[in-house]
């Protein structure tokens, strides 16, 4: 499994700072055939692609409870410069890129494939958003997030007339989107068990999805996607909760686990307005890795397994009680108070 990343330790739409380094060490001096070299590439494309056809289905199925949308169009946009310098003419051979922008691919049922949006397109604009020039330098997303920016943006229901090359024949398509919460989804190249949301942003590792398969793992997204709708990352920092190592300590600890269960709560909600299954949460949190990862290791910060299992198993009979609410929604604007005790369920 790991060698499968090894060739190319990337991120589909994104490349941190701690990851450069590692993706600039690209195993250039072992020669790899063609059809290897086609096969890493088709695992990548398909693990964004699986990424991104969540992320869609989150964040337009939740959109009534955003109050910063997005165009939801369904297209997964790679660029060349973010592929280590040493791949790139494979790169650029096997996407057929005509261009510094293309399609890795389309979303099943979303607008843009009813729009006739196909992998492997040249994107040459992508509405009034000017489609960034490749950079030569190394692996870089600096303008792979300009054009997301730029594209979330965009008035989120009306139509975009978006420019293809499609084998080298110009094309145009007309994208009508539909309303989702304006989140970017990433996709981290590595065996560690890492998820994170930075208010636009929501960012999963490959670890996630190798140890807990593809539909486990939609708790992990829901449940960063709910830090977003809620804001908790500008809100911790507006009550001077301090991030990292000090996270678990003092004042800091209510500040993290009121953020965390209030993301456990509303996570369950935002699964079920999608459609998923009802036990999705609970069998997460009783899977032996997410066991395993409370108890000793744990840091404070987080609430304990027993607590979010609890949060978990509490809603889900909610939502069959009463269907989907939205909780602390309508709060997101107010302080975080460090108050995290009432919001774990009585056993
Ligand atoms: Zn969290």
Same mark, same amino acid.
């Given at each position: ?16 700072? #701690? ?39 989150? $964040? ?21 410069? !973010? ?8 790169? @650029? ?5 005509? *261009? ?13 494939? !009813? ?11 992508? *509405? ?11 692996? $870089? ?26 084998? *080298?024949?110009? /094309? ?9 919460? @304006? ?21 999963? #590792? ?9 539909? /486990? ?18 809100? /911790? ?20 686990? !009121? ?22 949460? $609970?069998?997460?949190? !009783? ?61």
């Amino acid at each position: 499994m790991f060698r499968r990343f090894c060739l190319f330790l990337l991120i589909l739409t994104a490349l941190p700072s #701690s990851v450069r380094a590692g993706a600039l060490s690209l195993a250039a001096n072992r020669p790899e055939s063609d059809s290897a070299v086609a096969a890493q590439l088709e695992s990548v494309r398909a693990a964004g692609l699986a990424l991104a056809s969540a992320g869609f289905r989150l $964040s337009t199925a939740n959109a009534a409870l955003c109050d910063r949308l997005e165009p939801g169009h369904g297209i997964q946009l790679h660029r060349i410069d !973010q592929y280590p310098l040493a791949a790139r003419a494979a790169v @650029r051979a096997h996407f057929r890129f005509a *261009g510094a922008t293309a399609v890795a691919g389309v979303v099943p049922g979303s607008p843009a494939e !009813q729009a006739g949006v196909r992998a492997d397109d040249t994107v040459l604009a992508f *509405g009034p958003v000017a489609v960034p020039p490749a950079s030569d330098g190394p692996p $870089s997303t600096v303008g792979l997030v300009a054009l997301w920016q730029g594209v979330a943006a965009l008035p989120p229901t009306a139509p975009i007339r978006i420019d293809l090359l499609r084998d *080298g024949a110009p /094309l145009t398509v007309t994208v009508t989107p539909i309303p989702a919460c @304006r989140t970017r989804y990433e996709l981290l190249f590595t065996p560690a068990l890492e998820a994170s949301a930075n208010g636009e942003m929501v960012q999963i #590792s490959t670890g996630y999805t190798d140890r807990f398969g593809d539909e /486990l793992v939609l708790a992990v997204l829901a449940h960063e996607l709910a830090h977003n709708i809620l804001r908790h990352r500008d809100r /911790l920092k507006a009550v001077g909760a301090e991030f990292g190592m000090l996270s678990g300590f003092g004042r800091n600890m209510g500040f993290f686990r !009121q953020a965390e269960l209030q993301a456990d709560t509303l996570a369950v909600h935002l699964l079920a307005r999608a459609g998923y299954p009802a036990d999705l949460a $609970s069998r997460f949190r !009783q899977h032996p890795v997410a066991r395993a990862r409370s108890g000793m290791f744990q840091s404070p910060s987080h609430p304990q397994w027993r607590d979010r299992l609890r949060v978990a198993l509490a809603e889900e009979a909610r939502i069959a009680a009463n269907g989907p609410g939205a909780p602390f929604v309508a709060e997101r604007d107010a302080p975080l108070t460090g108050d995290w005790r009432p919001l774990v369920p009585k056993p």
